[in-house]
Every structure is written in C-alpha cells, then in structure tokens.
C-alpha cells in the first residue's frame, strides 16, 4: 500500500506541466521541482500465531459410594396358638313348640237383596197446544187433572247375622333333650421358630467413569515473508531491526491506514 502511494506521488510530480518564459519578460528560469525520493522496500520475517484445535477423548472417574446389600437370616420365635380338642358327651337340650288348636266363633254377615214397593199419587190431566209458529207448547187444561195412584218398586240391599267357627292356634312349648359328642377346644401356646431373612447393606466405593470427548485449543507459531517498504527518507528502514527478523511498527502521523 506504502509503494502504491509513493509511486503515485512520483508520477503526479512527473507529469506536472513545465512553464518557460511567460509574457517575453526576461529570461529568467523558473526553479525546479525536486524529484520523489525513491521507495526502498525489502522483506522481513515475522512470526505469526495460530490456535488449532486437538480432539481428545478419555475417561474421567469418580469415586461413588453405593450401597451394597445381601441377604442374611436370623433366627425368630414366637408363641403361635393352637386349638387343642377333645370329644366329650354333651346333654343338649331344646325348646320345642307344638300347635294346640281350638274352636272359637265370629259373627258374619250374608248380603242378600229384597225387593220393596210404595204407593205414589201424580196428577194425570188433559194438555192443549197454545202459542203461535215455533213457541207453541203443551200446557195442561185447567180442571182435568185428577190424581192417580202408581207403585214404585226397587231393590233394598239387606245383611243377615250368622255365626261361624273358626279354629284358634297357639304355639305351646315343650322342652326336649338329646345326648350328642361334642368338641371341647381350648387355646395353648406353641412356640415356633423360623429363620426370618433380612437385608443388610453397606456403602462400598466404585468407579463411576464416562467417556469425555473435548478439543482443547493449541497455539502454534510459523515465521512468514513480510515485504516492509519506506518513502526515501530513511525513517523506515532499521537495520539492527532487519536483521533480528521483528517487525518495525510505525506510529503517530506515518502509521499506514487499512481501509
């Protein structure tokens, strides 16, 4: 970038226009642009550095405590209850309840229906028409009514007495016995015993590893060409500094910008 720069400037300062004599006045000369000093470029080692990554695997382990546990037995006793029996002749008796029936009587009635008549007098008369079109109606004549006698008869319901015997039935009890064999039980205690398992545990160390795959980061170094240039006066170049392979930074007014 410094030697595309100072090239410029170079040519710039080449093709610059030259004025002579202007306007026949004299012929004085006019003074003389200095040339470009030239750029003096040479190539220095630098030491760059790098990270690459190292895949690694291996096993990492811990020490864990985990219970370890087995089966013991104990012996275990214990009074158990048990039924002891005998036969024994046993005099049982019951109550039992004989039926004992007697006659007793009760009135009932038997329904039967009667017929009854009554005498009754209505008047029979003699009826004319009176009244004109529709409202025309019988209405009996005055003096020929005469009362005549009817029989009413109809049918009486009615209730006769009579009495019935019925049987009356009572329970009366009676005790009866019998000799039976019968089981006389009583309860002793009988110890048992028993080997009873049991779990007994203990915390013992064990190697609890997994697998851990990592990359770790390695920095690397490798020396390159570096082309260094100056701009002819000399500010540049450092000999001592050319010669143990570093890098001459420049600072301030002539640091080189990178855009």
């Known amino acids: 970038m410094k030697l ?8 710039y300062g080449q093709s610059a226009p030259q004025y002579g004599n202007i306007g026949g006045s004299g012929g004085q000369t006019q003074p003389q642009r200095a040339p ?46 048990r039924q002891e029996c005998t036969t024994v002749q046993d005099r049982q008796c019951s109550t039992v309840y004989n039926e004992v029936c007697v006659d007793q009587y009760r009135t009932e009635y038997d329904s039967y229906t009667e017929t009854e008549c009554s005498t009754e007098y209505k008047d029979d008369c003699e009826f004319q028409w009176e009244g004109e079109g529709n409202a025309k109606v019988w209405v009996p004549i005055p003096g020929t009514c005469k009362s005549n006698p009817y029989e009413k008869c109809q049918d009486v319901p009615k209730q006769k007495e009579r009495q019935v015997a019925y049987p009356v ?67 540049g170049y450092n000999p001592e500094a050319a010669g143990s392979g570093s890098i001459a930074v420049r600072s301030g007014s002539d640091a080189i910008k990178f855009e």
């Open 169 to 235: 039935c009572n329970k009366v009890p009676e005790q009866k016995c019998v000799v039976v064999p019968k089981q006389e039980c009583r309860t002793v205690q009988e110890q048992k015993c028993s080997n009873e398992p049991y779990q007994k545990c203990d915390k013992v160390p064990k190697q609890d590893c997994q697998s851990v795959h990592k990359k770790i980061p390695n920095r690397i170094s490798r020396r390159v060409p570096k082309k260094v240039c100056d701009d002819g006066s000399g500010s």
């Open 4 to 11: 595309i720069i100072f090239f410029g400037l170079f040519l």
């Open 36 to 81: 470009a000093p030239e750029v003096s470029c040479r190539t220095e080692y630098t030491t760059i550095w790098d990270t690459e990554y190292i895949e690694t695997e291996k096993q990492e382990c811990n020490t864990i405590y985990v219970n370890s546990c087995s089966t013991q037995y104990k012996k275990k006793c214990a009074n158990v209850p």
